[in-house]
């Protein structure tokens, strides 16, 4: 897709593209050929690029704003979606979408994070970052998809629930909790997918399901990198170590059993081509449903709260515990908070 945002790490990527472009508008034998030529280098560059995305540069791709958002993966995925809205409370908040639609042979709900395409959208849908009233919405949808005995799909994508006085003077915290205890017990199949930022709490929100993936450059974590650089190292400077301390990317997540499937995405990101991203997604979303309906309701509700409840390493009756006891690649060491030596070797004060 054609944009004026550029990632930086993609610059060969772009000059390659625009000497493609020159060619193209050669006519002459050894300007095709050496067009296809090209084209084949491009590819391996976009392979080879992708495959080595350090954390932070996948944080950047999550955030492109060329992504897919809910809204193409409603258009492109689904059939006959009928919008639904409010939350019979206090509004209907835009950064939260919710609605009926078929996928294949299946009647769903479907609910999803929206940020918006250009400004204006993104002003009316606050980022995607939803107030109190927006999970209230989704929930109460969820509910009604469980009464008719329809599986929930969501889409999530935010960078954290909107953490403004008005949203915590309305109860944003206890909402949050209060959805994901719902979508625990919840008497229907639930399918969840990280489509871009999967930030904190807002992510949660929405998140409880029998099935968790990613797409393949999306990042989930319990905080953004800025936000724990900022908490633990007191300077936004400190972004890149934090996001690879938070083991936020697909391929961590995978290995500690955070989620259950990865994606992939096109060579060069899914904002490089949505119709084969929609394309891989639609096929997740159908086999994974075709899956769950087989299972009884009461064995999937037992599943899922034993899943989130036993998520992640911890000790319990002097003995490790988990879903998932991996052993990660070792990594560098991360600088310890608020350790004045660390930030010096990292910072070198400059010489009088």
Not at 128 to 134: D, F, I, L, S, Y
């Amino acid at each position: 897709m054609a944009s004026e945002y550029r990632l930086s790490f993609e610059r060969p990527i772009y000059e390659l593209e625009a000497r493609l472009e020159k060619l193209g508008k050669l006519r002459t034998p050894e300007a095709q050929n050496e067009v296809r030529v090209l084209r084949r280098e491009l590819t391996d560059l976009k392979k080879r690029i992708y495959a080595n995305l350090k954390p932070w540069e996948t944080v950047e791709v999550a955030r492109c704003p060329d992504r897919p958002l809910t809204d193409d993966y409603l258009e492109l995925c689904f059939e006959e979606f009928v919008e639904l809205h409010g939350d019979k409370y206090f509004g209907d908040d835009r950064a939260m979408r919710t609605g009926w639609a078929k996928i294949d042979r299946f009647q769903v709900m479907v609910v999803g994070h929206q940020k918006g395409r250009d400004y204006k959208q993104r002003i009316a849908c606050n980022y995607g970052c939803a107030h109190p009233e927006g999970y209230r919405k989704a929930i109460g949808k969820m509910k009604m998809a469980a009464k008719f005995g329809l599986p929930v799909i969501c889409f999530i994508d935010t960078p954290g629930a909107y953490p403004g006085i008005a949203a915590e003077e309305r109860g944003q915290a206890q909402v949050i909790a209060t959805a994901m205890f719902e979508m625990s017990r919840l008497p229907t199949p639930i399918i969840c997918v990280v489509i871009g930022e999967g930030g904190s709490g807002g992510a949660l929100g929405i998140g409880v399901g029998d099935r968790v993936a990613m797409l393949e450059h999306a990042y989930y974590s319990v905080i953004s990198p800025e936000g724990c650089a900022g908490i633990l190292w007191k300077s936004h400077e400190y972004k890149e170590q934090a996001a690879k301390a938070l083991r936020m990317t697909s391929k961590d997540l995978i290995k500690l059993g955070v989620i259950d499937a990865v994606i992939e995405e096109p060579d060069g990101g899914a904002h490089r081509d949505h119709h084969l991203t929609a394309s891989r997604m639609s096929m997740y979303l159908r086999n994974t449903l075709r899956e769950l309906v087989e299972i009884p309701i009461d064995e999937l509700v037992e599943a899922r709260y034993q899943r989130f409840r036993r998520m992640g390493v911890f000790f319990e009756h002097g003995e490790l515990q988990g879903k998932a006891l991996v052993e990660l690649a070792p990594e560098e060491p991360i600088p310890a908070p608020h350790a004045i030596e660390h930030a010096e070797a990292l910072h070198p004060p400059a010489e009088a």
